[in-house]
């Protein structure tokens, strides 16, 4: 057993007294059937508690399997164990002439983690990663497998985005398109009364947009165009080329962002912001991140405007980007197009906790979702009454978790068991125990 870990970002000392690594397929299942309390930690890059345990962290590097990828040429599909990175799966399915429609920020996450938590990229098509999942193969808490697959079980897209509470994800089957190239173009100086007019407009004008700030100055515009298609125009709104490479914090080394300034690459080398191998983000800092839905886009960008100078002194940077609806049951863009607003914070709980409740108040009237791997607050009940498929998901859980093996605190807050003496209805107090 490996000593206790902590959470990438180091705010979570996860409350296992050590990780255990089972060394095969049948000590992952005694081990489960056994715990009072399991879960397990993909590479940790959640910023809040939802990978945490008090009984048994389960890390699966060990396991055989755990990092196998079998690509499909010919069906498009490749099978990943349950401890596979976008890093490592990326130059694989590369090498066969394919890849996946969409990825996050940066591919250093494992894919079960990423879409544990409704994990997602950016774009005007681009759902959240989930929606390329066409099947689960899990480890589920009597120690049995189960494979739940798009089509043919029902709870399939509550599988998914499950918060890890589900079952041991030992592998996935993904779907992947024919590989293709990316040119990154950056552009700076863009106002805000142009953005928030024609927000819509500046987001949908490549195959992935991200608008950076910090809610002060004008905004930076990424934007990720697959060679092929039209070029980004962005001259008419007044925003210039930028005159050479740029990392989204302002002052961090260019050389951990992927290549920009329009040189074409492979589609894993431009659509993350950060390189594999090099320092994702700033890695000292909190981050957290809300869904709206996108036809509101322009008036919640006016309501975070109005905040931004309490926003300012507690963030390195804020990135808006669009999501495409999902069926997926728990995506925070499930059934609607989706604005997300994210916001990289200074690693300093105590000053970002009550800017957040402003944030949230400031939203709160776009029924806005929180990300499930990042710090909110927002309330249980606020979390049932956004969730169309909220109840299913709980029945879910009792179908497949009765004894509540995989259940945390979080979820025992999310999804209150059924002995408890009522839902609460105040915040899961995520700020105080999770940084
Ligand atoms: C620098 C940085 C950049 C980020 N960029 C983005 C971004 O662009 N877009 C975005 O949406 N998010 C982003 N995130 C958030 C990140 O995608 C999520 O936190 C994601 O869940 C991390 O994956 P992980 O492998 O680290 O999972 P962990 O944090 O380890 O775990 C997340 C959840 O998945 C569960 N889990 C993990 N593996 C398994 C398994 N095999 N079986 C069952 N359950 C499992 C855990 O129990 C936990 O509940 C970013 C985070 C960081 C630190």
């Avoid at 890390?59 to 099978?79: N, W, Y």
């Avoid at 920009?260 to 191998?277: M, S, T, Y």
């Avoid at 994702?280 to 996108?294: D, K, N, T, W």
């Avoid at 309330?379 to 498929?389: E, Q």
Wanted: proline share 8%.
């Amino acid at each position: 057993m490996a000593a206790t870990p902590t959470n990438w970002a180091g705010n979570v000392e996860f409350a296992a007294r050590a990780l255990h690594r089972p060394a095969s397929l049948g000590e992952l299942r005694e081990t489960v059937a056994a715990g009072d309390r399991v879960r397990v930690l993909g590479s940790g890059h959640s910023f809040n508690r939802i990978a945490d345990t008090t009984g048994v962290l389960i890390g699966l590097d060990g396991l055989p399997g755990a990092r196998a990828i079998e690509v499909d040429s010919a069906g498009r599909t490749v099978r990943v164990g349950g401890a596979v990175r976008f890093a490592e799966l990326c130059p694989v399915l590369r090498r066969h002439g394919l890849a996946l429609p969409n990825l996050p920020s940066t591919p250093h996450f494992t894919l079960a983690g990423a879409y544990a938590t409704g994990t997602h990229g950016s774009g005007d098509t681009g759902g959240t990663l989930a929606a390329a999942v066409r099947s689960v193969e899990l480890v589920t808490a009597d120690g049995g497998t189960v494979t739940v697959s798009r089509g043919s079980d029902d709870f399939f897209e509550g599988s998914v985005v499950s918060l890890g509470a589900l079952g041991v994800v030992t592998a996935l089957t993904v779907e992947a398109c024919e590989g293709f190239e990316i040119e990154q173009h950056v552009y700076e100086g863009l106002s805000w009364p142009v953005f928030t007019e024609h927000v819509g407009e500046i987001l949908g004008a490549a195959y992935s947009v991200s608008a950076f700030t910090d809610w002060a100055g004008p905004l930076r515009v990424w934007a990720k165009r697959r060679v092929g298609d039209p070029l980004p125009d962005l001259a008419w709104t007044g925003a210039r080329p930028a005159d050479g490479p740029r990392h989204p914090i302002e002052g961090m080394p260019t050389e951990n962002a992927t290549e920009q300034q329009g040189v074409p690459g492979p589609w894993d080398e431009r659509l993350p912001h950060f390189r594999a191998g090099f320092m994702p983000s700033a890695g000292q800092e909190l981050q957290s991140e809300y869904f709206v839905p996108r036809d509101r886009a322009a008036e919640a960008v006016r309501a975070l405007k109005e905040i931004g100078p309490l926003l300012a002194p507690v963030l390195q940077v804020s990135e808006i980007r669009t999501v495409a609806a999902d069926p997926h049951w728990l995506s925070p863009a499930h059934g609607r197009d989706s604005l997300a607003f994210h916001f990289t914070w200074l690693p300093d709980a105590r000053a970002v906790a009550p800017v957040l409740l402003r944030v949230e108040e400031a939203l709160a009237p776009f029924d806005a979702r929180p990300h499930w791997g990042k710090l909110s607050a927002t309330s249980p009940g606020t979390l049932r009454a956004s969730y169309a498929r909220w109840e299913d998901f709980r029945a879910l859980l009792r179908r497949l978790d009765p004894a509540g093996t995989f259940r945390n605190a979080l979820l025992d807050q999310w999804f209150p068991p059924e002995h408890s003496p009522g839902e609460r209805e105040d915040g899961p107090d995520e700020l105080g125990r999770g940084v």
